[in-house]
């Protein structure tokens, strides 16, 4: 928890700052009754480790933690206030507090949802348009989760933001609603009112997979409602481009989404105009600044708007046409590499998490941190180490289990089966033995698909749609799918292949587990390879345990004293 201290809010926050040490030392207790301890193999059923799990599956607000998220003036700090105490929780308060919780919290009994994130606020309370409220509501979101509550007042107050929170933790909506409330019908309801609204493409949203594009797109169009749904244009790759070009110019849409290739490749030609664009947002923006992007990258940037406090030099100078712009990064892990690019994108951005608001002048960067993005495979492991931190649900359970090369397919089955999984996402590094993973868990009776970028779009977004629908049990698919992808039934992630480091193990993990659900992560690794799983657990700071499937049941083992 971190909190900074602004001159008018100094003694509320070191009140806070004292309960959150104090929080934090309770969080360092559970840690240290966690950790290794002996080498002993301890057997445990699935029945036990489920029941383990019911306590573990706690977060703050699912204790009656609420935060409150005042926003300042540009530049000065924005604070929160604990409302609960933070000492140790007996079972009895927890079950208390769960139990005035779920009566809170409507959405979560609909839902079926345990110990989601929500603060206890509603969306009213967060100053958007009375009418997306109403749209809202419609859609069954009533309450916002932590991310939102801190996001939703600070964008509105046109700072430019980072948003980090752990992945499922509902970021896409911490970002898409204080936009969706200062355009469109939600601004503009009456004909009268629309006279008033500037012309052109007001907010650009850039993501770095075709599929987690389209998946921001049905949410924007779910926002809207069918009768205003051609206010967002999709512009993916893989589509048909004329015909995304077309669309541009018969729709006139408020909003584009699109891969960074395919908006800059129309921008280039002419055919989209982003000049006086207010809003420009780059979801799991440490994969957008990885050089593969780079050009890209660099042109939109360019020609979206102008960055905040940008002064023209003159008349004549091209800044002068261009309306300033607001730059929201989002993503679940954020190494050094995104809060340099965040200073250099905005003007006096703050850095929004779940639970604090504060300025990214603030966040030091060592002199050594790598300028490009840390999932990359060669950065420094402190900076990935850094960037980690805190992405993942903290319900996830972690497992990992020794397997010989040939056997692992069998261990995943051996694993879906034990952990009774509904919905499972198996991840690979290669085309070739994820396609002969499928052919094998078919051959066993099992419903398996592939989904990798080799695939055309409309295979893609099939195969997608009837893991969605439950038709495929195991879907197997490579780094494509770690970012992003929203599939809530989604109840088991498993690392068929190691990842490559913690930034790509979190990703993956929080495929599962999403908005507070449970879910388990098991990573089927040979037995050299149990090191790099304890550098993951290390860097984390996560306890991933040894464990074995023998009879249709998960045996959890203990984890080792001595860590390499
Ligand atoms: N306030 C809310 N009430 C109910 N459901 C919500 C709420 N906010 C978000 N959701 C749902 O929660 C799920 C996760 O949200 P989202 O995909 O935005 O998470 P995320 O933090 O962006 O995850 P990732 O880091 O993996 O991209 C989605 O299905 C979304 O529709």
Not at 219 to 226: D, K, N, Q, S
Not at 283 to 293: A, G, K, P, R, T
Not at 538 to 553: D, N
Request: hydrophobic share 35%; aromatic share 4%; charged share 25%.
């Amino acid at each position: 928890m971190e909190l900074i201290m602004g001159h008018a809010h100094r003694s509320v926050l070191a009140f806070a700052s004292a309960r959150s040490s104090c929080f934090l030392k309770n969080c360092l207790c559970l840690r240290t009754l966690s950790a290794p301890r002996t080498a002993q193999f301890h057997k445990t059923t699935l029945f036990r480790n489920r029941a383990d799990g019911e306590d573990d599956s706690l977060s703050l607000s699912s204790i009656g933690f609420k935060c409150q998220v005042e926003t300042g003036k540009k530049g000065t700090i924005v604070e929160i206030e604990n409302v609960s105490t933070a000492k140790k929780i007996s079972p009895s308060k927890v079950k208390t507090a769960r139990t005035s919780l779920a009566k809170q919290s409507t959405m979560k009994s609909v839902q079926g949802i345990e110990g989601a994130p929500f603060a206890a606020k509603s969306f009213s309370d967060l100053g958007l348009s009375p009418l997306l409220i109403d749209r809202l509501e419609k859609e069954g979101l009533t309450v916002p989760t932590d991310v939102q509550s801190a996001a939703i007042p600070t964008i509105s107050q046109k700072h430019d933001v980072v948003i980090q929170s752990y992945t499922g933790s509902g970021k896409t909506l911490a970002y898409l609603l204080p936009i969706l409330s200062q355009i469109g019908p939600f601004k503009y309801p009456t004909e009268d009112d629309r006279s008033e609204q500037k012309p052109g493409i007001e907010a650009v949203i850039v993501a770095p997979s075709r599929e987690l594009g389209m998946q921001i797109v049905r949410e924007i169009e779910r926002l809207l409602g069918p009768a205003n749904k051609k206010l967002v244009q999709q512009l993916v790759g893989g589509a048909n481009r004329s015909r995304q070009e077309e669309a541009l110019k018969k729709n006139k849409p408020a909003i584009v989404v699109g891969t960074p290739g395919r908006i800059s490749e129309i921008s280039a030609a002419g055919k989209l105009h982003t000049h006086n664009c207010r809003f420009l947002v780059l979801d799991e923006v440490d994969q957008l600044l990885s050089f593969n992007y780079r050009e890209d990258m660099h042109r939109i940037l360019e020609h979206v708007g102008r960055k905040s406090g940008a002064k023209p030099s003159g008349v004549l100078s091209p800044l002068t046409r261009r309306t300033e712009r607001q730059t929201i990064l989002v993503s679940a892990t954020v190494p050094f590499s995104v809060i340099r690019a965040a200073r250099s994108w905005g003007s006096n951005p703050l850095i929004v998490r779940a639970k604090s608001v504060q300025p990214l002048d603030s966040v030091s960067i060592p002199s050594n941190a790598p300028s490009v993005s840390t999932s990359d495979a060669n950065s420094s492991s402190s900076s990935v180490t850094q960037g980690a931190i805190d992405s993942l649900p903290p319900a996830l359970k972690h497992y990992y289990s020794v397997s010989k090369l040939q056997h692992k397919i069998d261990t995943l089955r051996r694993c879906v089966h034990a952990l009774d999984a509904k919905a499972v996402i198996a991840f690979m590094n290669n085309t070739k033995p994820l396609k002969d993973a499928v052919f094998k868990l078919e051959a066993r009776g099992m419903k398996a698909a592939e989904l990798h970028g080799d695939l055309g779009k409309l295979a893609r977004s099939t195969t997608l749609k009837k893991f969605k629908n439950g038709e495929i049990r195991v879907l197997l698919t490579n780094e494509l799918s770690a970012r992003g992808l929203d599939v809530p039934e989604c109840d088991l992630v498993v690392n068929l292949d190691l990842p490559t480091d913690s930034i790509h193990y979190a990703h993956r993990a929080g495929r599962t587990g999403r908005l507070g659900r449970k879910g388990s992560v098991v990573t089927i690794c040979e037995e050299p390879e149990t090191f790099v799983v304890k550098k993951l657990r290390r860097q984390l700071g996560i306890a991933i345990q040894p464990c074995e499937f023998k009879e249709g049941k998960l045996t959890i083992g203990e984890e080792e004293k001595t860590e390499n």
